[in-house]
């Protein structure tokens, strides 16, 4: 995956929260999976819990408004409403939260075929603003929550479901270690 991030300037712009006014999130994946395909599920909004990180609920009031929940890590629910702005069928999606939702997003994502014919290129560009303003930006970069770092994840999370069929993961694992287990340091 790609990104056109500059982790010094942006961070800085993060502690500002100024970072959605002038530098959308760009990132980028290659999907071994025939584009119509990639978009035809994606456009069906309602399937983007089957693997998107944190994502509670799309819900399709219209063909093209939508009601999003998502719930984070902390048990803290954020909802929206979104509208396709913008749509090239088998290529391209536009969004844009509606006026007074809780969380003010647009972007788009594109889906274009790879070189020598490996699959899909699935491009997203987003722009964001979370509510609770500068500190709140600030404490969901910190803990991986942050729109940026869930748009990374969840791209590399698309890619594995629909390259296999499920979503990798290590919740509710265990470590592989036993209770009360000796060390090396513990026998000497």
């Not at 819900?59 to 984070?72: A, E, F, G």
Request: glycine share 8%.
């Amino acid at each position: 995956m790609q990104k056109s991030i500059n982790p010094t300037t942006d961070f800085a712009k993060n502690l500002r929260g100024h970072y959605h006014e002038d530098n959308p999130s760009r990132f980028a994946v290659t999907i071994n999976q025939p584009q119509q395909l990639i978009y035809s599920f994606f456009r069906n909004f309602e399937n983007l819990s089957l693997f998107m990180k944190d994502l509670k609920s799309v819900i399709m009031k219209t063909d093209r408004v939508s009601h999003w929940i998502i719930r984070l890590k902390n048990g803290m629910e954020v909802a929206w409403d979104a509208q396709v702005t913008a749509e090239r069928p088998g290529e391209m999606i536009g969004w844009q939260s509606l006026e007074g939702s809780e969380v003010e997003t647009s972007g788009s994502i594109w889906f274009s075929p790879a070189p020598a014919g490996r699959g899909t290129v699935v491009s997203l560009t987003m722009d964001f603003k979370i509510p609770g303003g500068p500190l709140t930006e600030v404490i969901t970069m910190f803990t991986g929550e942050d729109p940026e770092s869930l748009a990374h994840i969840n791209l590399r999370r698309l890619k594995a479901f629909l390259e296999t069929g499920e979503v990798p993961t290590t919740e509710g694992q265990p470590s592989g270690r036993e209770k009360n287990a000796e060390t090396i340091t513990d026998k000497h």
